[in-house]
């Protein structure tokens, strides 16, 4: 599960620390603690503000971050129903007008946040890839890609009539769910996922106890479409 109000620190080419700020603290104080003694590459962050859920990326933290040398990897969740073909296209029609606001540049990816609650179907899948590849950003999906999860099996449904969505789509799968851990103790980069998928991104610890954070890892290709 993403976090509320997340931050993710890149401290090596592919770890990323995941921090839940459910104090909603002063956005730009907490970056300055996280790059200063984190040394972060990688800031993940929402498309737009989500009520009580999330926090929107804004165009002062976007020139902070860029001040910063760090990279921006964005997320679109403003739903909780991943099913329809006519919802797929409306929810990518939004996150496309939310990046623009934000001046996003050409091939950035956007992630969907497909949570295991959700109720997903493939046509949804290929409303959201389609409606993004056609803009001028580049279609991703967060969510847990086990074998035995829905959103897995629907994924090669839409790949079936589509081969273009295993072709063109990043996913960001939280399977296999290990344990948090320091970079130091990072397992090596083996997620969970379709066959032959563009597989860059790994959830691998999820809510730790002494902390608030995630810990994640993604695959060195996934620079080519943060901004």
Not at 1 to 10: K, P, R, T
Not at 19 to 28: M, R, V, W
Not at 81 to 96: L, P, Q, R, S, W
Not at 112 to 117: H, L, N, Q, R, W
Request: proline fraction near 4%; include cysteine; charge should be positive.
């Amino acid at each position: 599960m993403l976090a509320s109000d997340s931050f993710f620190g890149l401290t090596a080419s592919t770890f990323i620390l995941i921090c839940k700020d459910k104090h909603k603290t002063n956005i730009i104080i907490t970056h300055f603690f996280i790059i200063r003694h984190i040394h972060l590459q990688i800031w993940g962050r929402y498309l737009g503000s989500n009520g009580n859920v999330s926090t929107g990326l804004t165009k002062k933290e976007i020139k902070f971050l860029h001040e910063k040398k760090v990279k921006i990897l964005l997320i679109y969740n403003h739903f909780s129903n991943a099913t329809t073909k006519k919802a797929g296209v409306k929810e990518a029609e939004t996150a496309i007008k939310l990046a623009k606001e934000i001046n996003a540049p050409k091939g950035t990816v956007i992630f969907a946040d497909i949570e295991p609650k959700y109720p997903v179907d493939s046509a949804f899948i290929q409303g959201w890839v389609d409606t993004i590849e056609k803009s001028h950003y580049h279609p991703g999906i967060y969510g847990i890609f086990d074998k035995d999860a829905k959103l897995y099996n629907q994924f090669n449904k839409a790949s079936k009539d589509n081969k273009k969505i295993k072709d063109q789509t990043i996913l960001w799968t939280a399977a296999p769910n290990k344990r948090i851990s320091s970079k130091e103790k990072a397992p090596n980069f083996n997620p969970i996922g379709p066959k032959n998928s563009l597989l860059y991104g790994w959830q691998y610890g999820i809510d730790a106890k002494t902390c608030n954070i995630d810990t994640d890892l993604f695959h060195e290709s996934i620079t080519d479409y943060l901004w």
